[in-house]
């Protein structure tokens, strides 16, 4: 699933990344790591403070441009560029804004599609919980409320 985030970035990752000449070509793949990474990170930390109705409710109810869980994934990515790539920080934010909402949209549109198992939101949030725990009755459960 990890690996499947990484390819949805790496696609998205034309005009903020690879063609964004604030970002060196030698940190292209790096930073397309950080940013799928930066998506985990939150995502993560949605689940670990117990907010996980809250994210179930983002992936059934997008409102994405306008959600705080996006916003803290443009920071992080955007806060990770200026840091450790010297990306000066009004470029990684521009840089972060461009890439990280379009990969939520197609994010929660992939995880809305029946057939695509990878990103389905069970599978995807007992992913981020290291499969410690079966979701799915949550998430069913939340569909219907």
Same mark, same amino acid.
């Given at each position: 699933m990890f690996e499947k985030l990484f390819m949805l970035v790496k696609n998205n990752a034309g005009t903020a990344v690879i063609e964004n000449p604030a970002i060196p070509a030698k940190y292209h793949e790096a930073v397309i790591? +950080?940013? %799928? !990474?930066s998506i985990i990170e939150v995502l993560k930390g949605q689940m +670990?403070? /117990?907010k996980i109705k809250e994210l179930i409710r983002y992936f059934q109810? !997008? /409102?994405i441009y306008n959600n705080s869980l996006v916003s803290s994934m443009v920071n992080k990515f955007a806060n990770k560029l200026n =840091?450790?790539?010297g990306i000066d920080p009004k470029s990684a934010l521009l840089a972060s804004n461009t890439l990280i909402p379009p990969v939520m949209k197609e994010?929660?549109?992939? %995880?809305k599609n029946e057939h695509n198992e990878d990103?389905?939101? !069970? =599978?995807?949030? !007992?992913?981020? =919980? /290291? =499969?410690?725990?079966?979701?799915? /009755?949550l998430v069913n459960q939340m569909?219907?409320?």
């Open positions: 790591n +950080e940013a %799928s !990474s +670990e403070t /117990g109810f !997008s /409102g =840091n450790f790539y994010l929660v549109k992939q %995880s990103f389905g939101l !069970s =599978n995807l949030l !007992s992913k981020l =919980n /290291g =499969n410690h725990a079966d979701l799915s /009755g569909k219907v409320a």
